[in-house]
Nanobody, 119 residues
Framework: QVQLVESGGGLVQAGGSLRLSCAAS????????MGWYRQAPGKQRELVAL???????NYADSVKGRFTISRDNAKNTVYLQMNSLKPEDTAVYYC?????????????WGQGAQVTVSS
């Protein structure tokens, strides 16, 4: 079983910054990838950023150059540094972790963190 604890959401003015963090714990054998998705009201959940083993990162076009994903392997924690925030970044941000638990691969979601950007 995997537990994910997110923190760092909040309210910020346009142009401001926030940092999200997500710590994974439990009977984790290995982590394949960690990332962030978001879902705005009335819209589908979309990928924001992903970091996979070896350090390769993928970003949504809408956040490239503004958001940075990073990972602390020792702490099983993933971060999302969000700069130059825009009102259209307002959404619930979900942590996602792809892990092996006792040799069984599974995807796991965090509880979500609200990010609200005011204009």
């Amino acid at each position: 079983q995997v537990q994910l604890v997110e923190s760092g959401g909040g309210l910020v003015q346009a142009g401001g910054s926030l940092r999200l963090s997500c710590a994974a714990s439990g009977s984790i054998f290995s982590i394949n990838a960690m990332g962030w998705y978001r879902q705005a009201p009335g819209k589908q959940r979309e990928l924001v950023a992903l970091i996979i083993n070896g350090g390769t990162t993928n970003y949504a076009d809408s956040v490239k150059g503004r958001f940075t994903i990073s990972r602390d392997n020792a702490k099983n924690t993933v971060y999302l540094q969000m700069n130059s925030l825009k009102p259209e970044d307002t959404a619930v941000y979900y942590c996602y972790v792809d892990v092996y638990v006792q040799m069984i691969r599974s995807g796991n979601w965090g509880q979500g963190a609200q990010v609200t950007v005011s204009s």
